[in-house]
Nanobody
Framework: QVQLVESGGGLVQAGGSLRLSCAAS??????MGWFRQAPGKEREFVAA????????RYADSVKGRATISRDSAKNMVNLQMNSLKPEDTAVYYC??????????????????WGQGTQVTVSS
């Protein structure tokens, strides 16, 4: 089993930046991803990174503003978000696939989930 713990959420003004981190413990994972869910909306894909860290994928809504990275030595995945907008407000979830799992934008493909961290962007 894999445990995922997110950190780094908070309140930030529009135009500001946040760095979300996800610490993984337990078994090694394949691709890792970030998803978010705003009140009254479905969970949506934000970004994902391959198990080896060589490949990344971003939602159009964050492309150019977000950077996902992976530190395999520390078993951590980070999401740097810049130029934040009020519409980025949501609970952000870290997700992982079983070992050798490839990048996916579909939340149903992920096997492990963190508890989420709130990001609030004020206008």
């Amino acid at each position: 089993q894999v445990q995922l713990v997110e950190s780094g959420g908070g309140l930030v003004q529009a135009g500001g930046s946040l760095r979300l981190s996800c610490a993984a413990s337990g078994r090694s994972t394949g691709a890792m991803g970030w998803f978010r869910q705003a009140p009254g909306k479905e969970r949506e894909f934000v970004a994902a990174i391959s198990g080896d860290g060589f490949f990344t994928r971003y939602a159009d809504s964050v492309k150019g503003r977000a950077t996902i990275s992976r530190d395999s030595a520390k078993n951590m995945v980070n999401l740097q978000m810049n130029s934040l907008k009020p519409e980025d407000t949501a609970v952000y979830y870290c997700a992982g696939r079983r070992n050798f799992g490839t990048i996916s934008h579909a939340h149903r493909d992920y096997d492990y989930w963190g508890q989420g961290t709130q990001v609030t962007v004020s206008s």
